[in-house]
């Protein structure tokens, strides 16, 4: 069985959490990776005997806007689709649910749906580590699960928790600058979801672009772009009560 494994990772820990689905599912998979501003994602279309893993972070309770877009462009044809959310040990509130109206909408047929946890992107002293041998093992025996489903052709959607209408989604607000470090590479511009990072001069960011995704911190060479470390003292602060208390990964199928 061949899986399109449809991702939004700008940090890298949705994408360890669906590679660990995905290769629970299958050893044959076909990427899709939803930060990359080039592709067209309207040229993605899938048949109706193919299945999709389709994966996102939750930012504050909802899906990143721009991955929301991306995958509405697509055309997904009745195609099966396995829904993961991947969130930094708070919560992930209105996100599968919106996920789930999204990937309805661009015509998958959702028959599953995961929630898990991975390191938080911006206050990474939750849940870091994670997704860890306790979650991998969580993950296979929900792909186990899920397998079995697609294998005996079942179509029934799961009962998925959320809201309509959805939280009110929250503006960027933390967005990363350079430091004396930076060379100037260019690998963040390059490399910036939504392009809100100037090539030629990387310390100039559109802050109405920024999405406070992290990615640039993460593939920073010289490690020259950071959150205001009392910004993240802050945030660290508010999330402490939320985040301390370890949640566990969860399945709907």
């Not at 697609?150 to 600058?177: Q, T």
Request: proline residues 5%; hydrophobic residues 40%.
């Amino acid at each position: 069985m061949k899986i399109h494994e449809i991702c939004f990772s700008p940090t890298g820990g949705t994408k360890r959490v669906s590679s660990m689905l995905s290769r629970a599912l299958t050893d044959e998979t076909v990427e899709v990776d939803l930060t990359a501003r080039e592709v067209d994602f309207g040229q993605v279309e899938l048949s109706p005997e193919e299945v999709a893993l389709i994966a996102v972070p939750s930012y504050s309770g909802r899906v990143p806007t721009v991955a929301a877009a991306r995958l509405a462009a697509m055309h997904g044809n009745g195609a099966r689709a396995v829904l993961l959310c991947v969130y930094g040990n708070r919560a992930y509130e209105d996100t599968l649910v919106e996920l789930r109206d999204k990937a309805s909408g661009a015509g998958f047929k959702v028959i599953a749906a995961v929630a898990a946890v991975a390191e938080h992107s911006i206050a990474r002293q939750y849940a870091a580590g994670r997704p860890d041998a306790e979650d991998e093992a969580m993950l296979r025996s929900f792909a186990a699960r899920i397998r079995r489903k697609i294998d005996d052709g079942g179509l029934d959607e799961p009962v998925i928790p959320g809201n309509r209408p959805y939280r009110k989604a929250a503006g960027a607000g933390i967005v990363p600058k350079a430091t004396r470090a930076c060379v100037k590479c260019g690998l963040c511009a390059a490399k910036c979801p939504v392009g809100a990072i100037d090539a030629k001069e990387p310390a100039r960011v559109d802050k109405k672009r920024c999405i406070s995704c992290m990615r640039c911190v993460a593939v920073c060479p010289h490690h020259a772009r950071r959150v205001n470390r009392l910004l993240l003292a802050l945030v660290g602060r508010m999330l402490k009560k939320a985040c301390s208390q370890r949640k566990a990964c969860e399945l709907y199928l």
